[in-house]
């Protein structure tokens, strides 16, 4: 039987020149967040199940079917991530988070969900994240979804709708579950066995189903705006307005409650006209989130982009690094005598020219053959030495683009290159 190499499916591999363009998003994020007074955080990529468990939601997709959950030798249930927010939170307390504490933090990594592989929806996917923790008011909501327009604009992504709404606090959750479940309960009989269920278990759900006919029902139920207190109302106006203000589009998306469940007030999606069916390229949102034997939960507010859907939609304009150079020099050694030599020459110029990609060709096979590796590497620049040159202090020095070929003395080989190659 022939071995299995492919990476499992939802998975891959990933190859430069993509890894570049993971570079430059990663350091887009840098910039952008670092402006606004975030520091990286870098957490666990698993956590015992119950980090993520009643937080998300056990009626979420995420943790009904999707969580990579196993036991350690240990007997002890571990969990893959399957989103940052939670093993953010439960650092932050971890660290001691005292009343009036504030934290932002920005991470980077791979998320693991088993869902049904598609065109924008890996089983490991990576998300660009933030989390704003400790400041209670709308004016951080409405800060921390323009600084994500921000950074959507600095990689070229301008054209992003903004979906907003809000889930409200805790107490006024009652009221609209009685109006939802007063409105799905004639029509249920009618919905996917998914619903059926939520219906009793978590009916909010129902609203985020992606079966017909519930999307359909899903568009007609009760506003979650209208059966809100007045004090959810006027956080949700206030954000709204703070949003208005500060220039940034959105629109007010009725029914929009998010696949998590520790959202409290705003919940935000951003979506991408470029991708397909999974267009959400960021979602986010205002939450309270706690862990067994905490007084009080934590609340915060961020977001997660997916970096794979990010390039996605940058590639449906056209953006991302289409070629790439392997080497700029290559240094060629004819002879076996000359390959060590060849090695030293590489250390200098690695050593004095910081920003060129230098490769040594220590085969010693024909001038023809080591030339071919050289092209495939595109190279600008091919020094070339075999004994004689070695005897004499010389190097041969081809430029590519011109094929002009001249044979210079060592000591003047750092000013050619510097000169030819415009460093
Ligand atoms: P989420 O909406 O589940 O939110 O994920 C955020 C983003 O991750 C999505 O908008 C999408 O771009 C990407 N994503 C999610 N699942 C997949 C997948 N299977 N394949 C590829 N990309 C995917 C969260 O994870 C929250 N933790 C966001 C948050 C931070 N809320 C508050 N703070």
Known sequence: ????????????????????????????????????????IRTPIFERTEVFEKNLGEESDVVQKEMYTFQDRGGRSLTLRPEGTAGVIRAIANSGLDQGDE??????????RGE????????????????????????????????????????????????????????????????????????????????RRRLETNVWR??????????????????????????SRDYFNKVCEGLKQVGVDYEFAPRLVRGLDY??????????????????????GRYQIAFPGMKNPIEGIGFAAGMERLLLARE???????TIRDADI??????????????????????????????????????????????????????IRGENELADGTIGCKLMETSEQVTIKMDELHDFIASKLSI
């Open 263 to 284: 959202y409290v007030h705003t919940v935000f999606e951003v979506t991408h006209t470029g991708l397909g069916a999974q267009d959400a390229v960021a979602g986010g």
């Open 103 to 112: 934290r932002r933090v920005f991470y980077f990594g791979p998320m693991f």
């Open 1 to 40: 039987m022939a071995a299995n190499i492919e990476p499992l499916p939802g998975t891959s591999d990933i190859w430069e020149p993509e890894t570049l363009e993971w570079i430059e998003l990663e350091q887009a994020a840098r910039d952008v967040f670092h402006r606004y007074g975030y520091g990286e």
């Open 206 to 231: 129902i609203l985020d189903c992606k079966c017909e006919p519930c999307k359909t029902f899903a568009q007609d139920a009760p506003k979650i705006i209208d059966l809100l207190s007045d004090t």
């Open 316 to 322: 449906s304009l056209g953006m991302g690094v289409k």
């Open 116 to 195: 049904r592989p598609a065109a924008g929806r890996r089983r490991q996917f990576h998300q660009i994240g933030v989390e704003s923790v400790g400041t209670n008011n709308p004016w951080m909501d409405v800060e921390v979804i323009s600084m994500l327009c921000r950074f959507l604009d600095k990689i070229g992504l301008k054209d992003c709708h903004v979906n907003i709404n809000t889930k409200g606090l805790p107490e006024d959750r009652q009221r609209v579950t009685t109006a939802l479940k007063e409105y799905f309960a004639p029509k249920i009989n009618d919905m996917c066995e998914d619903c």
């Open 330 to 383: 290559m240094i060629l050694s004819l002879g076996e005598p000359a390959v060590l030599p060849g090695l030293q020459l590489a250390e200098t110029l690695w050593q004095s020219f910081g920003d060129l990609r230098i490769k040594a060709d220590f085969t010693a096979r024909s001038m023809k053959a080591q030339m071919r590796g050289a092209n495939k590497a595109n190279a600008r620049l091919v020094l």
